[in-house]
């Protein structure tokens, strides 16, 4: 069977999404964990390497019988150029500025001012090497007192005071980057599945056959 991508931009619900999609029967379950402030993170088969700005992975088979799922920010492309049989699952973008303000205030509240998981901590440290303004910076990384968004200052090359958070914050908070300009198998906008969960279902089962819940 195909693997089924899921794209989507961070703060969006991605996981939580990808999580509910793999209980389908007709898919490959993932394992899933809910952290405390609701966030939630899955294990696929490549490892989480297709959320990363730059993956690395290795090709691999999906499961013959299932739909293997796999979330992603914005590198379906990528995994259609080196995987077989490849379907897809964009989650765009809301167009509503009320919806838009609670995708952006999950990514913030669920990511940046919280601790990064201990298991992805190391990662997340990996990630912001690779462009860090300031190369000596894990030096000053606090493990298991920092929030996320201190550590991103830090490798910025800036000082994690309250003036430089809100900066980074409201940065945040007005990018918005265009869709991606891919053609996906199927589209869902952000506010089809807060507002019409039962269409989008609909939309899902008719596209793959998956009898989502």
């Known amino acids: 069977m195909p693997f089924l991508f899921v794209d989507y931009d961070q703060g969006a619900g991605g996981e939580n999404f990808c999580a509910r999609l793999s209980n389908a029967r007709q898919c490959e379950t993932l394992t899933a964990t809910l952290y405390d402030n609701q966030r939630t993170k899955v294990r696929d088969v490549f490892g989480q390497e297709f959320l990363k700005p730059n993956p ?26 080196h995987l077989k049989d490849v379907h897809s699952i964009r989650i765009a973008m809301p167009t509503d500025p009320t919806m838009l303000a609670q995708l952006k205030e999950n990514q913030i509240q669920k990511v940046y001012l919280t601790q990064e998981p201990p298991e992805y901590f190391v990662g997340l440290v990996r990630i912001l090497q690779q462009t860090a303004a300031d190369p ?3 030096k000053k990384i606090k493990y298991n007192k920092m929030q996320t968004v201190e550590i991103h200052l830090l490798a910025q090359g800036k000082q994690p005071t ?21 053609a996906y198998d199927l589209i869902l906008p952000y506010e089809m ?11 899902i089962k008719s596209k793959f056959g998956i009898e989502y819940d």
């Open 56 to 81: 690395q992975f290795t090709a691999k088979e999906s499961h013959p019988e299932l739909y293997t799922v796999v979330p992603t920010h914005r590198h379906t492309d990528l995994a259609v150029a």
């Open 193 to 203: 599945l807060h507002r019409e969960p039962d269409r989008a279902k609909h939309l």
């Open 136 to 138: 000596d910076f894990v």
């Open 162 to 182: 309250q003036q430089n958070i809100d900066e980074f914050l409201n940065k945040l908070r007005s990018t918005v980057d265009p869709e991606p300009d891919f």
